[in-house]
């Protein structure tokens, strides 16, 4: 079992940065693939990025890439998403993934977060 805590969340301009962090508990964190969705109001739960357990392989979304960066410190048992020249758009709540795979991470991750609201405002 893998409980997840999301931080970082918050308001910020259209062009502003935000950096999200993910916190996993266990020992096993290393053997994880970390990933990031996000779900807009009204919208459904979509793919953002995902990062494989030792952090070689990395995907994005078509809508994030050259503005997102996933990241992980398997010392810290952390992931992070740093997202750079935010859009309106981008307003979700986002939530932390972990997988058995890099490959089953999108759509069906083995163990979800609880989410962080991130607000863009124009």
């Known amino acids: 079992q893998v409980q997840l805590v999301e931080s970082g969340g918050g308001l910020v301009q259209a062009g502003g940065s935000l950096r999200l962090s993910c916190a996993a508990s266990g020992r096993t964190f290393g053997r994880y693939a970390m990933g990031w969705f996000r779900q807009a109001p009204g919208k459904e739960r979509e793919f953002v990025a995902a990062i494989s357990g030792v952090g070689d392989i990395t995907y994005y979304a078509d809508s994030v890439k050259g503005r997102f960066t996933i990241s992980r410190d398997n010392a810290k048992n952390t992931v992070y998403l740093q997202m750079n020249s935010l859009k309106p758009e981008d307003t979700a709540v986002y939530y932390c993934?972990?997988?058995?795979?890099?490959?089953?991470?999108?759509?069906?991750?083995?163990?979800w977060g609880q989410g962080t609201q991130v607000t863009v405002s124009s």
């Open positions: 993934a972990a997988a058995w795979t890099i490959a089953t991470m999108n759509p069906s991750p083995a163990y």
